[in-house]
């Protein structure tokens, strides 16, 4: 994955969750400073760590899907 589509799943996540950029470094790869890191060009992220941090904001928005929509999505 390009590190521009990274940046902008985790922006879109971001948004949808009203999460602050260092909160979400913090939660998902023990940085702060991770998204600006990566949006600085500063950082970048191995394949396997972008599949891996992908997996786990689907799964941290999943529970919030089931409250949105009332069921499975």
């Given at each position: 994955?390009?590190?521009?589509?990274?940046?902008?799943?985790?922006?879109l996540?971001l948004?949808e969750?009203?999460?602050?950029?260092?909160?979400?470094?913090?939660?998902?790869?023990g940085d702060?400073s991770?998204?600006s890191g990566?949006?600085?060009?500063?950082?970048?992220c191995?394949?396997?760590?972008s599949?891996?941090?992908?997996?786990?904001?689907?799964?941290a928005?999943?529970?919030?899907?089931?409250l949105?929509?009332?069921?499975?999505?």
């Open positions: 994955m390009m590190m521009h589509e990274l940046l902008t799943k985790i922006d996540f948004a969750t009203g999460m602050k950029p260092s909160r979400f470094g913090r939660r998902f790869m702060p991770f998204v990566l949006r600085s060009g500063s950082r970048e191995l394949p396997s760590t599949h891996k941090l992908i997996e786990k904001m689907e799964a928005q999943k529970p919030a899907r089931l949105t929509t009332g069921g499975e999505s």
